[in-house]
């Protein structure tokens, strides 16, 4: 069932305005016989051309699309100066209605370049289907190219220009909840590495629960890679480091760890290195965000700890990894928890609880219930303690001085944080960072 319907006419040459409007009709008609739903959404995708500057004011290259607005309550015309801000602002009203499956009427010449466009910036989410998109006057059709083969792909060039066009319009958009805020730990020796845990403002996402600065995207969630990447970029710019030498954890939920320049695991939670100038990161909305750190052998780590990661250790498995790479001592290591949900709100069943209750009684509260609180990042202190790291050298939410607590409950800020706990699956993701100073 089409929820929505996408017309293409951006690439529509000048000459041929006059035209458009019986075509229109036509094709309107023909969705409103056809969809399985009375009246889908309909957004007319056009070019827009600034011919005077006078007073602000912008003549379109489509003004007789103008009236079809008043004739139907769910069209729209989008006219914007290229196709990537047109496009981006559809799927803004896409995003407002929860729509996801999609129709996209076309010239033929456009589909290859335009399904480019939609692989950029939609995720599997959504369902595109396409139609060619006949123009008509005078009964007679208008031929405004040779059709392409169907399957034919776009030049690397073409390729390039539309990549490049997308990522200068979402680098172009305002930053929205404010500017970007990075957290840091005073534990962390500032001269010798650079490191910060992210909140959720001054990125360019928008959907409720991504909004803004979300760092991760996936076929399930409506945020694409190239929204997550000038998040990025941004975060790159103000914290300073190499947007390019960025590497994240592939979680998993266990406690495999990666060591950077040998080969690379398909799936981990913790990650090392003492190469400068290389970003390591790990996610977290609800899970801790690890950071570690050795300003004696100048080695660092990350590491992605949920319950299940905590259970299995990720975060001592990442101590010991700097250990036998890189001769750290245990005790030189330092280590900080980032926000996280904290045992205030988290929960889990009985089961898995007991296997806290095992680690620690302290670490589960009303345990004779179906469903106990659980303090994952006090299970996480526990063992790294075990494993030798000192107590003085992890910092967490027992902090004394409060002024210097970063490691927030994330479920119970929702003004700086994301959370899986409390925002359902379309949830947005913060990380914690870390690299060596050059």
């Known amino acids: 069932m089409v929820e ?82 047109a496009l981006y602002t559809i799927k803004q009203r896409l995003d407002e209605k929860d729509l996801s499956i999609i129709k996209v ?12 466009y939609i692989d950029y910036l939609f995720t599997g989410v959504y369902q595109f289907e396409f139609e060619d998109f006949q123009l008509v006057s005078d009964c007679e059709r208008i031929q405004i190219s040779e059709p392409q083969g169907e399957g034919q792909t776009l030049p690397p060039q073409d390729m390039r220009l539309i990549r490049s066009e997308i990522e200068m319009h979402l680098e172009s958009l305002p930053s929205l909840k404010g500017e970007l805020t990075i957290l840091r730990s005073s534990l962390i020796p500032d001269d010798i590495f650079l490191h910060g845990f992210t909140t959720r403002t001054g990125g360019i996402s928008y959907i409720p629960t991504l909004s803004s600065c979300n760092l991760f995207s996936s076929s399930k969630r409506r945020d694409p890679q190239v929204v997550v990447k000038e998040n990025l970029r941004r975060l790159a710019k103000a914290a300073g480091f190499n947007p390019e030498a960025f590497h994240r954890v592939k979680v998993d939920h266990a406690n495999a760890v990666c060591i950077m320049g040998k080969t690379e695991p398909d799936n981990y939670d913790g990650i090392v290195t003492d190469q400068k100038g290389v970003t390591l990161a790990a996610p977290g909305a609800d899970c801790i965000p690890v950071l570690f750190a050795d300003p004696v052998r100048k080695a660092c780590g990350a590491a ?135």
């Open 105 to 116: 009427i076309l010239p033929t010449l456009r589909k290859d370049s335009m399904k480019l």
């Open 304 to 438: 992605h700890s949920g319950w299940k990661g905590t259970l299995l250790g990720v975060s001592m498995a990442t101590v010991n990894a700097m250990v036998s790479e890189y001769g750290c001592n245990v005790k030189d290591i330092l280590v900080v928890l980032g926000p996280s949900v904290g045992p205030c709100c988290y929960k889990l069943p009985h089961e898995s609880a007991k296997e806290f209750h095992r680690i620690d009684p302290k670490c589960v509260r009303q345990f004779d219930c179906a469903s106990p609180y659980i303090d994952i990042r006090r299970a996480t202190r526990i063992l790294l303690e075990r494993g030798g790291v000192l107590p003085e050298n992890i910092q967490d939410d027992s902090i004394t001085d409060q002024n210097q607590n970063i490691t927030f409950c994330t479920a119970c800020h929702p003004d700086k944080f994301y959370s899986h706990f409390r925002d359902g699956t379309n949830f947005g993701t913060q990380i914690g960072f870390i690299s060596i100073r050059d």
């Open 4 to 85: 929505a319907v996408l017309i293409d006419l951006f690439s529509l040459p000048a000459n041929l305005q006059n035209n458009i409007r019986g075509s229109l009709c036509n094709t309107l008609e023909t969705i409103e016989k056809c969809s399985s739903i009375r009246a889908p959404f309909v957004y007319v995708m056009c070019c827009q051309r600034q011919r005077s500057e006078r007073k602000g004011e912008q003549e379109f290259s489509l003004p007789a699309l103008g009236g079809f607005q008043s004739l139907e309550r769910r069209l729209e015309v989008v006219c914007a100066p290229t196709t990537a801000a």
